[in-house]
């Protein structure tokens, strides 16, 4: 029986080590992990960086994972390769999906105020986007939060923003947790519910996460 492949993505800033808690049937995947290449440019389109993401992958119509912007990332990214599924994490579907004060920042532009070096230390301000930080988490933080780029940070934030997406893929598995903050759930449709799940239950309910995956992508 051949393995299917499955390529993760990470969320905004984070590494790979996010999904190291993921267990799934060695014997029916192959997992594969990617990290954020830094942008060409702050202006350059993520369609075009989607398509450089997509030379890392080596394998024919795979799975494609993706956490919080990494979830946006890998619908891009299936619009230039065949996915067999395309799974959101903590995530959203579309520009529909994001609150209403994440588009206030948009509108506003303010987020071309944060200063380089606020980004790039972002893991000591992340209690202020996220809310469900806890400080007996900081050395762990640091360690998934490695990404302090600020050309890659201040490219992040703003596609984020400006997603032009206005309706969900098809052959899309979304899972969400019923507490995420950034993403919160009232706006988001058709998705698998993680009860008390946080934006950054890839790492406090993985075991929930894998159970899922496993159900949903048995027979691709």
Same mark, same amino acid.
């Given at each position: 029986m051949s393995k299917t492949a499955i390529y993760f993505v990470p969320g905004m800033a984070a590494n790979? +080590?996010?999904? #190291?808690r993921i267990r799934l049937d060695k014997n029916r995947y192959t997992l594969h992990f990617l990290e954020w290449e830094i942008p060409l440019s702050r202006d350059e389109s993520i369609s075009d960086y989607a398509k450089r993401m997509c030379e890392k992958i080596t394998h024919n119509n795979p799975v494609l994972v993706g956490v919080s912007f990494g979830g946006v990332l890998v619908q891009e990214m299936s /619009?230039? =390769? &065949?996915? $067999? /599924? !395309?799974?959101?994490i903590s995530s959203i579907k579309s520009n529909q999906e994001l609150p209403k004060r994440l588009k206030l920042v948009q509108i506003t532009k303010v987020y071309k105020l944060f200063p380089a070096r606020f980004l790039e230390n972002l893991e000591s301000h992340i209690s202020y986007f996220l809310n469900d930080y806890q400080q007996k988490k900081a050395d762990a933080y640091k360690k998934y939060m490695s990404v302090r780029n600020p050309d890659y940070l201040h490219w992040a934030i703003y596609n984020i923003l400006h997603w032009q997406q206005q309706k969900p893929l098809n052959n899309t598995l979304? =899972?969400?947790? &019923?507490?995420? $903050?950034v993403f919160p759930i /009232?706006? !988001? +449709?058709?998705?698998?519910?993680? #009860?008390g799940g946080t934006h950054i239950m890839i790492l406090s309910k993985t075991s929930i996460i894998s159970k899922i995956l496993e159900e949903n992508l048995t027979g691709l």
């Amino acid at each position: 029986m051949s393995k299917t492949a499955i390529y993760f993505v990470p969320g905004m800033a984070a590494n790979s +080590k996010i999904y #190291e808690r993921i267990r799934l049937d060695k014997n029916r995947y192959t997992l594969h992990f990617l990290e954020w290449e830094i942008p060409l440019s702050r202006d350059e389109s993520i369609s075009d960086y989607a398509k450089r993401m997509c030379e890392k992958i080596t394998h024919n119509n795979p799975v494609l994972v993706g956490v919080s912007f990494g979830g946006v990332l890998v619908q891009e990214m299936s /619009k230039h =390769i &065949t996915a $067999r /599924k !395309i799974v959101l994490i903590s995530s959203i579907k579309s520009n529909q999906e994001l609150p209403k004060r994440l588009k206030l920042v948009q509108i506003t532009k303010v987020y071309k105020l944060f200063p380089a070096r606020f980004l790039e230390n972002l893991e000591s301000h992340i209690s202020y986007f996220l809310n469900d930080y806890q400080q007996k988490k900081a050395d762990a933080y640091k360690k998934y939060m490695s990404v302090r780029n600020p050309d890659y940070l201040h490219w992040a934030i703003y596609n984020i923003l400006h997603w032009q997406q206005q309706k969900p893929l098809n052959n899309t598995l979304h =899972i969400h947790g &019923t507490n995420d $903050r950034v993403f919160p759930i /009232k706006h !988001i +449709k058709d998705c698998i519910e993680i #009860e008390g799940g946080t934006h950054i239950m890839i790492l406090s309910k993985t075991s929930i996460i894998s159970k899922i995956l496993e159900e949903n992508l048995t027979g691709l």
